[in-house]
């Protein structure tokens, strides 16, 4: 063909040739320029549909216009031959160019593919096929994308079509693999893959053959990059592992927010990232915990020699806040204080720095405020509240802007809400300024306290959202400034004010991660500033514009350090955490914050009081819907938790004989489990925190198979019977059958439920209350096992009730209240009996009662807590 004349395009030169044709550089002798041409192979418009469809797809591409993507002149017919005429690039193909060094060029590169996409993503245009083949380099060193339009069709052949195929399997989602329709997402999950080839020379997936390819993609983890690149960016990291989720609900939403890391990345390269060496460094300096703390004992919740530690602390510092910053001082000082009391809360600092305020409680478990001068670490009581709770009854403390007065949360027990208090810094009278809200913080100018109501009880908005109220300090003029009707439920509340206070920055949540958000009061306008899909547990604005937040960014709890323009956060502690709680004062250079590490224990006691026996010691029990009791109490189910894997075990009645069930990789939580009335199988959820992802698994305790799914759901919280477990989602209570996996709407609401006395009635526990209505009732069963409508019978008012904990067997409903006495309720006469009040000095949760009533099982949960200091955290 070369030197033939098609149309009035002279073949100069074959480049190239691929699945979808060949590509030959041609000379346009009517308008003189040097094209490429690229000629469709025969089958691809053999009938009239496909031709069709090729033009309709080949017309969309030709509408974009972007600088990254190579641009389609025309598609022409001459004789049998279709083919497009493009834009002539004249550079390599990327594949010629990999691995990509250094490694900001390969970010360089990834910015301008991700923009081409944003571009055809932006006109509904998806490519379905990007690859190291179809990015071309030009002699300017720009990229530019080929083969828009053309993906979609050759997507419709078969894996085994071409040799070229193998290739492109290497870049397909899961999804595409699965035979599932292609979207942005899969164009996002191509993204990651050649990304990772950009940087590494190799895909992130291997195979010897397809089907080994095909089952690297959709079942294993992509090789970690660290293995190639050892010194690779922690942030690229990130952006890869986001990428490249197998579930596209869990990738990034769209191609912009990767673009936007990747620009905040490059621009910030110099102020953040470290070499492999200073990692090293982080991880021995942050060798240091808790277990070289003296013991409680010796001084509850204290840190003896001080000044020995701090000799090793202040020669950390310099790793822990990043050498590379050109901003935090690499001579700033970590200092462990000493509370002066048994436990405490998040502490609040005044402006100047100079004074903590904080809950704390004495050995006795009474809480109030406390203040500590932070120049000779003196600590003063300054309320004489007596809380009606021994749990932590006051929280969330915080100085007025002027120094003089403190605003925080407390509880009363009366009242059933949280409520918000002030009192002098030098003590006297409290005085309740608003009922049902929490977390208050002073505007800067002093004159208005902020504080947040949730849709979760006891601080709960009117509109179930996170809404920002505001009151005057005498408690008058409440006012509504915000609802954020844009986040979700659930996951963790707090907020800061901007310098001028017409700004607010708080975490939303997403239903599975928090992102930070400003937020302008006047105008209502936002911007989010962080894109890390992670937890965000506190967030705070210093006047130097600079904003602090706790987040699991690293993977940990640690303090971090953006600003409202969102530049790349930059980590502050690199600790083993959780460093949380964090608060800052007003210049940014003094900054506390509370590490707190949790030990949650199994432990047995007989009701009768006869009997409390502690049955593991290792800290790892998972505290909540996580242990159960076999009905003749021969058997003990709960799940562990580590650092990269939960695991279900069973052991004998007295925490001996330890069997693992379950052994999970941590991508999702392991719920439950529950046992079977005949204590033969158990069934668990595998929580990833959406109701459509968390798989309900069933196991046959003989191992005679391996665990398999039998539904989805929010969780499997109870058995029914032998055969029929109970599958709670949003829309209702579900009755599903293990064995043939029937189901059937069982309660139109999300209700726990559960046969007792003898099969003849069904106790039922509401999961999610209505607002109309808080009752636990009984319902009596007809022959059959269904519920009789009208049969019910109220045994508990959950609005009144003082619950911490609760589970029912087959006679009554028992519940640990707040001041840790075990209580009994009988379902048919609704009466209340004190079982009894023996667990004083713990802190029980997540029980559960044996079926005959006769012991309960329940985990109770100890905190080692620290309150640290950095001082002279920015350079003068």
Known sequence: MIGQTISHYKILEKLGEGGMGVVYKAQDTTLDRIVAVKFLPHNVTASATDKERFLQEAKAAAMLNHPNICTIHSVEESGEEMFIVMEHVDGPTLRKKLPIQPTSDAVGYAIQIGEALQEAHAKGIVHRDIKADNVMLNSKNQIKVMD???????GALKLTRSSSTVGTLGYMAPEQIQGKEADARSDIFAFGVLFYEMLTGRLPFRGEHQAAMMYSIVNEEPQPIQQFVPDIFPEIVHILDKALEKDPAERYHNIEDIVVDLRRMKKQTSRVMRSSAGISAVHQAASISTESIPPASRKPMMFAGAGALLLILGAAAWFLLGSSSAQLNANATIVPLEMGVAQYEYPGISRDGKWLVFPGSDAEGTWDIYLMYLENRDVKKITSERFDSPGPSALNASFSPDGGTIVYTRWRRGQKKFELATVNVLGGSSRVVALGGAIPTWNPAGDRIGFLRVGVPLVRSASGKMELWTVKSDGTDERLEFIDTLGGQGGGYSFGWSPDGGRIVFQRWSGRSHELVVHDLKNGNEKT????????????WADNGKIFFSSTKGGRYNIWMTDENGSLPQPVTRGEGPDMGVVVSSSGNRLVYRTAQQRTDLWRIRLDGSELVQLTKNGKVAPQLSNDIAPDGSHLYFTLQGERTTKIVRTDHDGNHMEVLVDEDKKFNLIGP?????????????????????????????????????????????????????????TGTWLVDIVSRSERLFFKDSINALPVLNGKYLATVRLVYPAKSDLDVVYKLDSGGRWIPGSEKRFMNRDTLDSRSLSYDNDAFHYIDNANNVWRIDYLTGRRTKVSGFLSGMTPIGMKVRYDGREMLFVNSVQDSRITMLDGLFTK
């Open 148 to 154: 828009f339009g053309l993906a979609k069709l050759k």
């Open 529 to 540: 500033l962080t894109h890390d899909n992670a937890s965000i547990d506190e967030v705070r």
């Open 674 to 730: 529950r046992v079977s009335p005949n204590d033969r199988q158990i069934v668990f959820t595998e929580f990833t925190g959406l109701t459509d992802t968390n798989r309900i698994m069933v196991l046959p305790l003989d191992r005679s198979s391996q665990p398999r799914q039998i539904s989805r759901g929010l969780v499997a919280y109870q058995w029914y019977d032998d055969q029929n477990v109970m599958v709670v989602r949003p």
